[in-house]
């Protein structure tokens, strides 16, 4: 029996039970009258025939045509009889005499049957089926009868339920004078019967506009079944339009498996809402939705349902739809535009350095392609570990093994999130991690392939030498490996790996190619060194990076965004010409005007004001960005104080950020933030961004600085602002 047909199968079960609950199932498949028209159509016709064309002469839709070419064939392999040759593009046809033919159509006009027996796996997921969504105890001898097995079968099966119920947080209990029953909270229930459904169908393939037109046909292909019924007023379409329109008001574009997954969710919550059975949720889980756009998307879905499904949706249901929307994986979202996005990026900067530690890769903490990788995938990933949501990952084994060390690694440096959250990641969402940082690795590998190990050799002088060196690595992909005098040649030969030598005087090899150059580096020896060496094609954006940092070296600036937009349209570098395109580092924003010392306060407000004032003073901040960073504590928490003894203050950019920049004051008295863990407060770093992406270099430098245990002792016992500068700048070198 095909896969396909075992999960359309397994599915018609499931759902008849979960929606109708059915007395008797029919585990044997019965060829009916379709199958023996299909069957007569194609083996009397001299050509092949398209399923097309059989769909229109039946009344049916390509899809079930298919099916129910599967099903014959399966009838024909079953009675050891030729099955059908299907060739793409060209049709199907059938290859056997005319007494098999005959034969075969007697066997399919007395409609006589087989019955597929069920593998314990099948049946472990019939038995989940009929128990998820029965009310009353169900004996074991019933079961048996369902699926047409021993008494002593289902006992073993019974073992295999419970480990599954163990996974979702449900229990099967036992009466001895009732029998059996699921028992647990609802979000359980109804997230163990979306994951059964999820596993049995291809939901890609099946919650579609055809699915009216497959409910219909319904009937001819199970005649015992009321399956066709299953969906009775589901107008899945219009719960569709609902998600859809929910994708609209949230901006973003939800994955297809998360699409449909949130069609599911809501269909079975309305037949689950129709038989008195809503869902549960803490009152104040609920409220602190409330100021959510995702909540107001839910409110809109809820509303829309009320009035097609004549039903009422509870506030808690209304909550439940928004956790799914929080928890869904998405194609294209807007993070800088969310409450915690700070928080998040603060969190992701963490995850990034504690992983390229044990890599030994810092290169991959100025990988913004990699961060934002990881916080587009952080945010949802937090909602789903908050609340339960469980992610499939149909690659897990193999990230586990391509990827087995790194997928450790990630697992081990999950702990900064985890702490914030509580709780801990599950495998599946760690192997979606390890696959931002497995692409971010083999981008840097293919980088290193690129990267030539050059041996320059030259006489005339350390100066000139290191002059050409210079060149030759701003125009080609080139790894210096020693600039040396042409007596050390042959030693350093033995003891290196060289790919070439630039020398500016004769050297005689065979051990390696050697070009001979000016040690200017003209023209000429240019395009001799092509031959060997991969050359850098500079960009647009490098001239306009460039530009820009110069002018704002040495202009002041009155319209940044103007002259950003103007440079970008003379450079033609449009795709980049956006605020925020240059990424100042750490020691570039916190210089001494930005930073104060033994700074006297009273509370957490009076330090956000102090610090605020310092952004507001350079011009970076309008001063509703202080009251903004005052508000987002009152309203979020101290998630600010993100170590010990240290806050980071801040707010969206929208509100109020002119230009990006940072500020730290040391107090002269620590200061409760209300921290549980990290308080109290002596350090305050404030930060102000125009964007999702500027700051990042600047925030991974502080990353690093604020796990330095040094660093914290040096702020508390400076007594001046340029001390701090100081190690600032001293641990910049350290990463040059």
């Not at 339920?161 to 609802?186: A, Q």
């Not at 599911?264 to 809402?273: Q, S, V």
């Not at 990988?367 to 339960?388: C, M, Q, T, V, W």
């Not at 916190?590 to 350079?618: C, F, H, P, R």
Request: with cysteine; aromatic share 8%; hydrophobic share 40%.
């Amino acid at each position: 029996m095909s896969q396909l047909v075992r999960q359309i199968l397994l599915f018609y079960e499931c759902l008849s039970v979960l929606y109708n609950g059915n007395e008797k199932e029919v585990i044997g498949i019965t060829l009916n009258e379709m199958s023996a028209q299909l069957f007569q159509m194609i083996t009397s016709s001299d050509q092949a025939v398209t399923i097309s064309a059989l769909a229109e002469a039946l009344h049916s839709t390509p899809r079930q045509i298919r099916y129910s070419l599967d099903k014959i064939d399966e009838f024909l392999e079953y009675n050891k009889f030729p099955q059908f040759l299907r060739k793409p593009n060209v049709g199907i046809t059938y290859t056997a005499s005319p007494q098999i033919v005959e034969m075969i159509m007697q066997k399919l006009l007395d409609r006589e049957n087989y019955h597929y027996i069920a593998s314990q796996e099948e049946r472990v997921e019939i038995i989940l089926a009929v128990l998820l969504q029965q009310e009353n105890y169900m004996t074991i001898d019933d079961l048996g009868e369902r699926l047409k097995t021993s008494r002593s079968t289902v006992i073993k099966d019974l073992s295999k339920v419970r480990e599954v119920l163990k996974d979702n947080h449900l229990t099967l209990i036992s009466s001895t004078n009732h029998g059996i029953k699921i028992m647990g909270e609802e979000r359980y229930l109804r997230r163990a019967s979306i994951e059964l459904l999820m596993k049995c169908i291809e939901v890609r393939g099946f919650l579609n506009q055809e699915i009216s037109q497959m409910l219909k046909n319904m009937n001819t292909i199970f005649s015992q079944s009321e399956i066709s019924n299953m969906f009775s007023n589901m107008n899945i379409p219009f719960i569709e339009g609902c998600v859809i329109e929910a994708e609209k008001q949230l901006e973003t574009t939800f994955s297809d498996e998360a699409f449909y997954g949130l069609v599911m969710h809501i269909a079975i919550a309305i037949k689950r809402i129709n038989l008195g059975r809503d869902i549960v949720m803490p009152y104040n889980e609920l409220k602190s939705y409330e100021t959510t756009k995702e909540f107001a998307a839910a409110s809109y879905v809820a509303s829309k349902l009320e009035e097609e499904f004549k039903i009422e949706v509870p506030y808690a249901e209304i909550g439940y739809i928004t956790i799914h929307l929080l928890g869904s994986n998405v194609y294209a979202s807007n993070t800088s535009s969310n409450e915690d996005w700070p928080a998040l990026q603060i969190v992701t900067g963490k995850i990034l350095e504690e992983v390229s530690q044990r890599l030994q890769q810092e290169s991959l903490i100025q990988d913004e392609d990699l961060f934002s990788g990881l916080l587009e995938h952080l945010r949802p990933a937090i909602y789903r570990l908050k609340n339960d949501l469980k992610l499939k990952n149909p690659v897990l084994d193999e990230i586990k093994v391509r990827y087995h060390q790194l997928f450790q690694i990630v697992k081990n440096s999950m702990a900064s999130v985890e702490g914030y959250i509580g709780k801990s990641f599950n495998d599946e969402e760690i192997g979606y991690f390890t696959l931002h940082f497995g692409a971010a690795l083999e981008k840097l590998k293919d980088k290193n392939e690129m990267e030539k190990k050059i041996l320059v050799v030259c006489s005339t002088g350390l100066g000139t030498a290191r002059l050409l060196s210079s060149r030759l690595q701003q125009l080609f992909y080139v790894k210096i490996v020693d600039v040396i005098a042409y007596r050390q040649v042959n030693q350093v030969l033995r003891d290196r790996k060289v790919d070439l030598i630039v020398t500016t005087l004769p050297v005689k090899t065979d051990v390696v190619p050697c070009v001979q150059v000016n040690p200017m580096l003209l023209e000429k020896d240019v395009e001799k060194l092509k031959k060997y060496l991969i050359q850098y094609h500079f960009q647009p954006k490098d001239i306009f990076l460039q530009t820009l940092t110069l002018i704002e070296e040495h202009c002041d600036i009155k319209n940044y965004d103007a002259l950003v937009a103007g440079l970008a349209k003379i450079l033609k570098a449009d795709n980049i010409g956006k605020k925020g395109v240059v990424q100042p580092l750490l020691r570039e924003l916190l210089t001494a005007d930005m930073i104060e010392v033994n700074v006297k306060t009273k509370s957490w407000e009076e330090v956000i004001y102090k610090g605020g004032k310092l952004l507001e003073d350079s011009g970076l901040i309008e001063h509703r960005y202080v009251d903004a960073m005052v508000s987002t504590v009152k309203k979020m928490g101290a998630y600010i104080v993100i170590a010990k003894g240290i806050a980071m203050p801040h707010a969206r950019p929208e509100d109020g950020v002119k230009k990006v920049g940072m500020a730290l004051i040391t107090l002269k008295a620590p200061v409760n933030f209300g921290s549980k863990e990290n308080d109290p407060v002596s350090v305050a770093v404030f930060l102000c961004a125009v964007d999702n992406t500027t700051h990042l270099k600047a925030l991974a430098e502080l990353m690093q600085l604020l796990d330095d245990e040094e660093f914290k002792a040096t702020a508390d016992a400076a007594s001046s602002k340029e001390e701090i500068v100081a190690y600032i700048n001293s641990k910049e070198v350290d990463r040059r």
